[in-house]
């Protein structure tokens, strides 16, 4: 079965450092999306992706967060200036054609992001 | 804002038995309701769908219940079995925000 594939699976980075996070989506999926856990935590959204721009975006998706898709099969978040708070688990998911609620969401098995 | 609960963060129960897990949410009804497994250090696994005018969706050993006068969802795992044991999640999926927005979760444990 297809699946959604992320590297790394862990990450360490220095506070202030830019970081990319990759992804490679199922192959005919067209919308795309980023999550993250803190842990112990929720899954909370991130952002949504459709047709190479930001479809959507929560409030926790500031200036210092950018997305990508710069081929056919990569989808990446970028966080520019990375702070402690940032440390989490970083989740990509895509969708069928048919964006919304009525289609399930297939998860990567994440990035553990630690910033020291 | 929206918030949503799900029923005691852990659940223990026996194998063989049902277990139900419950998702409670406020506000505005969902037009979709998904739910989610996870398991520890992976990422969550779609399992079921119900739409807002639905009452009750199966497949297999797995049925989602939908009472939006309640605002309330009920997943039950019938015949349980100790690989059921996880973190099982509750989405909801409004339209006019366009985001699914996940519930904390609660933790299944079955014993053998």
């Known amino acids: 079965e297809p699946e959604v594939t992320q590297t790394p699976s862990h990450q360490v980075t220095q506070m202030g450092q830019e970081v990319i996070l990759r992804c490679v989506p199922i192959?005919?999926?067209?919308?795309f999306y980023w999550y993250r856990q803190i842990l112990g935590q929720k899954v909370e959204f991130l952002v949504s992706f459709y047709n190479n721009e930001i479809s959507e975006k929560s409030e926790i998706f500031d200036d210092q967060f950018s997305v990508e898709r710069p081929d056919g099969s990569n989808f990446t978040l970028k966080i520019r200036s990375t702070k402690l708070e940032d440390s989490a688990m970083y989740f990509c998911a895509s969708t069928e054609p048919g964006q919304g609620g009525n289609q399930p969401q297939h998860f990567g098995d994440g990035t553990r992001l630690s910033i020291l | 804002s929206q918030k949503i609960e799900q029923n005691s963060e852990a659940l223990n129960i026996q194998e063989g038995k049902t277990a139900t897990l419950t998702c409670n949410y406020t506000n505005y009804s969902p037009a979709y309701l998904q739910w989610y497994r996870q398991d520890p250090g992976r990422g969550p696994v779609f399992l079921l769908l119900?739409?807002?005018?639905?009452k009750e969706k199966r497949k297999e050993r797995l049925k989602v219940t939908f009472d939006t006068t309640l605002k309330q969802s009920l997943f039950h795992i019938t015949a349980s079995q100790p690989a059921d044991s996880a973190t099982y999640l509750c989405?909801?999926?409004?339209?006019?925000?366009?985001?699914?927005?996940f519930g904390s979760g609660t933790q299944l444990t079955v014993l053998p």
């Open positions: 119900i739409r807002e005018n639905e």
């Open positions: 989405a909801l999926y409004f339209g006019s925000a366009r985001q699914l927005t």
């Open positions: 192959s005919n999926h067209l919308y």
